[in-house]
């Protein structure tokens, strides 16, 4: 069964903290995308990457930034975090001619 | 920039009744228009998607349609049962199924039995 895993289902951190999230997917997929999911507001886009090492700014970049270092692998880095940030984070894979696979998402609090 | 509206937000309606999720979409060059359903504690999963060139599309008892003209699409589901209950969202891209996509904020879809 191919699967998009999200390292963690909850996460708890304070204000200011550096924040790490992982995503890895076992599907060898191209594309790898971060969007944050917030009640009334959809599912909006921060950041994706079609190739290893390459990124581009999605729609809220802004407090964000990614790193893609290997294909399996697509991490989102929190740099300060702040409260406005509190929200569930999912990742989704894709390849071409395929739709998106999400993982089941992290939801993180900041205090 | 490219933008999805999705109404109602919220919708309830009697198990076996029928429900419809619309859409509408901003950019013209959408040309891929996938439908997600999310259940409690889950990811979004795709259920079904449909290109510009077809103006409808039916898997068992849920259909999309699409007006390019008017710039809308719709979902339909018939013959409702209690594991249709979920948040749904509609998207649109001018790229591919698997490149970027915009979401809709959402329709959370209750079962009455």
């Known amino acids: 069964d191919v699967k998009v895993t999200q390292s963690s289902r909850y996460l708890v951190k304070r204000t200011g903290e550096k924040v790490f999230l992982e995503c890895v997917q076992d599907?060898?997929?191209?594309?790898m995308f971060w969007y944050r999911q917030d009640p009334g507001l959809g599912l909006r886009l921060i950041y994706f990457s079609y190739d290893v090492k390459m990124k581009e700014k999605g729609d809220i970049p802004e407090g964000y930034s990614v790193s893609r270092e290997k294909k399996e692998r697509f991490s989102l880095i929190l740099e300060s975090a702040s409260t406005n940030q509190t929200s569930m984070y999912l990742c989704a894979s894709s390849s071409t001619g395929n739709g998106y696979t999400f993982g089941s998402g992290t939801r993180l609090t900041v205090v | 920039g490219e933008n999805v509206e999705q109404h109602p937000s919220t919708l309830s309606v009697q198990e076996g009744d029928s429900a419809v999720i619309k859409c509408t979409y901003s950019?013209?060059?959408?040309?891929?228009f996938p439908w997600y359903k999310q259940e409690l504690g889950k990811g979004p999963q795709l259920i079904i998607d449909?290109?510009?060139?077809?103006g409808e599309k039916k898997d068992q008892r849920i259909a999309v349609t699409l007006n390019k003209t008017a710039k809308h699409f719709s979902l339909h589901i018939t013959e409702t049962q209690p594991e249709d209950s979920a948040v749904y969202f509609c998207?649109?891209?001018?790229?591919?199924?698997?490149?970027?996509?915009?979401f809709g904020s959402g329709t959370r879809l209750s079962i009455r039995p």
């Open positions: 998207a649109a891209s001018k790229y591919s199924s698997a490149s970027k996509i915009i």
């Open positions: 449909i290109r510009s060139n077809v």
């Open positions: 950019d013209s060059a959408s040309n891929y």
């Open positions: 599907m060898d997929h191209e594309n």
